[in-house]
């Protein structure tokens, strides 16, 4: 995979599929820093193996969800690295319950850690890329923003604001040379789905064709296509990463 640009951020990148990014990424050569909010251990552990692989990776510790600190994270890298040559918005969050029972807190904070925190990624990327004309935004969304879901309006709409927040990006972005993509992983063996109860995983695999639940480096390395030279004329799109669930 060729890239132009030498760096990378990757929020939430201390486990699950933004780990696992970090790891596909520094194969390709870039050098990555991997974001975490809580857990500096295993981030530390996921520089460590790069770096055993012959990558290239530093840690920087911050909270999507607050601007000033997202501020602060981006600068640190341009400080150190001269550039942020592209950004990969994946941490996120869930806070699921049903619509009835859910609290505009609950609500509030999932668009604050999924959506916000992803439009200031987008802003200050716009921003630090645009002075080298180059750069590249890559989104993590999710099925259930095209889909909907029960038991996660708050999930379902910062993913969905996430899908044409990308789009609206990448019309601000596109006379710059900068492109904004984002991906819709369906279910992913992560954490995050790992709480599924085994009846409930099995009534999720038999809605998707391909009969499984995806890898997180299957997300990843359309991650890596996306940020890649490879994609030079996609912008706006929305690549489905779900086994055909939802096509
Ligand atoms: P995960 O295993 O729960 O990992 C989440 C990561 O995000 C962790 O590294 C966590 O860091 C970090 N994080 C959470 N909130 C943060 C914040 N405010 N600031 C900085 N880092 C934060 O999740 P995942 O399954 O890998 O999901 C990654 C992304 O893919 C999410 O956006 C998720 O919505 C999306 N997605 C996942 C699936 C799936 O099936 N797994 C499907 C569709 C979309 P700490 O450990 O330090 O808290």
């Known amino acids: 995979m060729k890239f132009s640009g030498k760096n990378v951020l990757v929020t939430g990148a201390s486990r699950g599929i933004g780990a696992e990014i970090a790891k596909v990424l520094a194969g ?6 991997i974001n975490y909010r809580s857990n500096a251990e295993a981030a530390d552990k996921i520089k460590e193996e790069i770096e055993a692989n012959g990558g290239e990776a530093a840690v920087i510790g911050f909270d999507v969800s607050d601007e000033k ?5 981006i600068k640190t890298i341009i400080d150190s690295d001269g550039e942020l040559s592209y950004l990969v918005n994946n941490a996120g969050i869930t806070k699921d319950k049903l ?19 992803a439009f200031i990624g987008c802003r200050e990327a716009l921003k630090a890329m645009s002075k080298k004309r180059f750069g590249c935004v890559v989104n993590i969304s999710s099925i259930v923003g095209e889909t909907g879901n029960a038991g996660q309006v708050n999930y379902s709409a910062s993913k969905g604001g996430m899908i044409t927040m990308t789009k609206s990006f990448a019309l601000e972005g596109a006379a710059r040379g ?3 993509n984002c991906i819709t992983p369906g279910f992913i063996a992560t954490d995050m789905t790992k709480e599924l109860k085994e009846d409930i995983k099995k009534a999720y695999i038999e809605k998707i064709p391909l ?3 995806g890898d997180p480096k299957e997300v990843a390395e359309a991650v890596a296509f996306l ?8 912008t706006g799109e929305i690549i489905k990463v779900n086994g055909g669930m939802y096509m």
């Open 69 to 73: 600190a997202f501020v602060e994270g």
């Open 178 to 180: 900068i492109r904004f």
């Open 211 to 213: 009969r499984r639940f």
């Open 99 to 117: 619509a009835i029972r859910m609290s505009v807190e609950d609500f509030e904070d999932v668009i604050k850690a999924n959506l916000t925190s």
């Open 28 to 33: 390709y050569g870039l050098k990555v820093w």
């Open 227 to 234: 940020l890649s030279d490879h994609s030079s004329y996609i």
